[in-house]
């Protein structure tokens, strides 16, 4: 009766330690960087809740959407983004696990019993209780805890890095669905003024001022721009579409909304200086992970170190003499020698991951200033290129355009001069559109890199 209640209370004491022990570890996200930081998306959503279901065909969207209705869209049913919840848990869980002590042994033994001792007819039995418990002196239990807790912190911010390639990503196809849409207006307007000047081209050649050719030319021009309106309707469904599967629409059983994206004033900003830009750097996501993970190395290099301290196995316990009833109490100590294994191995190989670690900061340092300088160099092309044509190049074109149209109806330009002032206007509109599209490109490139915002779009 009294060996039982010793174990009993041993164990007692033992589950409220580990009870104590098992407290949950607190899962935190870190900070979010500055893009797409001021969007109305509900703290950690992608983590509290597990409906990732995408919203529901056409009757989900609104005719015209705007970029933040997009970019929320995105943000709260990205199917990729719906991956990092299940890793943040599953690594919250495996720092809980390594904060945990070691569970006790226990075990009961009996002696004596049987062989030639039974034949001389006295009882030697003895049967003991005991109770072991490791102590790991060298703190291996915080040092483990540790490397877990930063082992998922670097799972934090692997979701910060994807969250801000959703939100580049998604600027990039919002732009690529505003340049089709921009391209399916001018081919409409293309095949109206093709239609006026086939109109005009019949009224002369009726008139017998010009020939009858012309008017066959000028069909082929209606027909051409009709073949590049159905292009362009294409591709604006196809940009809808890429753009919809950010937050999980398929292109099946109509469940792309006809929706067009409405981005208001197209804002364009000249490009800021290349230093400033750079000095936004250390924001970004995969360099600030890189300092995590240096950290998680010195962590798990100084846990291998603590390792090397052997772990102490204290025991106690109760006996009782069969024979005679006495009964007295018990203990052990147990040590491991470190003679041979003294962890020498698991030290070399955590100090070399993080020699690993450091240097891979600075390759990650290095990669992304230059991946920085291009796409600053691409931000500048490309608004020179659309601020040249926008302002000068596209405006003349248009004067002549209208010249040349005036004056053919004047007799004064025949209609290869009218179809070649049309042609140029069309592919100066169209580069005009592919300028602005690259234009946000390059800035959505920028601001992933730099993680804060380079346009006012939110």
Same mark, same amino acid.
């Given at each position: 009766m009294r060996s039982s209640l010793l174990i009993a209370s041993g164990c007692a004491v033992l589950v409220s330690i580990a009870g104590c022990a098992a407290s949950r570890p607190e899962a935190a996200l870190p900070e979010p960087r500055p893009l797409g930081r001021e969007l109305s998306i509900p703290a950690g959503s992608a983590f509290q809740s597990e409906n990732v279901t995408p919203p529901d065909g056409a009757s989900a969207l609104p005719d015209s959407v705007s970029l933040r209705d997009v970019l929320v869209l995105a943000l709260q049913?990205?199917? =990729? $983004?719906?991956?990092?919840a299940w890793e943040i848990r599953a690594r919250d869980a495996a720092a809980l696990q390594a904060g945990l002590f070691p569970n006790p042994t226990l075990s009961t033994e009996r002696e004596n019993f049987g062989g030639s001792?039974?034949?001389?007819?006295?009882?030697?039995?003895?049967t003991t209780t005991q109770l072991t418990v490791p102590l790991e002196l060298g703190g291996q239990r915080g040092g483990r805890k540790r490397v877990?807790?930063?082992?998922? =912190? $670097?799972?934090?911010?692997?979701?910060?890095?994807?969250?801000l390639d959703v939100v580049a990503e998604t600027l990039r196809r919002a732009a690529d669905l505003h340049g089709a849409q921009e391209h399916l207006e001018l081919a409409s307007q293309a095949k109206g003024t093709a239609q006026q000047m086939l109109e005009t081209v019949a009224a002369r050649a009726d008139a017998g001022k010009v020939s009858p050719v012309e008017v066959t030319r000028a069909r082929v021009v209606v027909a051409t721009a009709e073949i590049e309106r159905a292009r362009a309707v294409q591709e604006l469904g196809a940009a809808r579409a890429r753009l919809a599967a950010l937050w999980g629409q398929l292109p099946v059983n109509g469940g792309i909304p006809s929706f067009q994206i409405d981005l208001g004033e197209s804002e364009t900003v000249p490009p800021p200086d290349l230093n400033a830009l750079a000095s936004q750097l250390p924001l970004n996501p995969d360099l600030a992970r890189r300092d995590t993970e240096v950290a998680q190395r010195e962590a798990q290099l100084s846990h291998e170190r603590r390792s090397r301290i052997p772990t102490i196995a204290l025991g106690g316990g109760y006996r009782r003499f069969e024979g005679t009833g006495d009964h007295a109490f018990v203990g052990t100590l147990?040590?491991?020698?470190?003679?041979?294994?003294?962890?020498?191995?698991?030290?070399?190989?955590?100090?070399?991951?993080?020699?690993r670690s450091e240097a891979e900061r600075r390759s990650t340092e290095t990669r992304l200033h230059a991946e920085l300088a291009a796409a600053h160099s691409r931000l500048e092309a490309s608004y020179s290129e659309m601020i040249t044509l926008q302002n000068e190049v596209v405006p003349a074109a248009e004067r002549t355009f209208r010249d040349i149209e005036e004056g053919y109806r004047l007799g004064k330009f025949g209609f290869l001069d009218v179809l070649d002032a049309q042609r140029t206007l069309a592919e100066l509109r169209l580069q005009l559109v592919g300028a602005?599209?690259?234009y946000y490109h390059a800035a959505a490139d920028v601001e992933r890199l730099t993680a804060a915002p380079l346009l006012s779009r939110f």
């Open positions: 049913h990205n199917p =990729d $983004l719906a991956v990092y001792l039974a034949a001389d007819g006295a009882d030697r039995t003895q877990a807790l930063l082992t998922r =912190d $670097l799972s934090g911010w692997d979701y910060e890095a994807a969250r147990g040590l491991t020698l470190p003679l041979f294994n003294r962890n020498q191995g698991a030290v070399r190989a955590a100090r070399f991951g993080l020699s602005r599209v690259h």
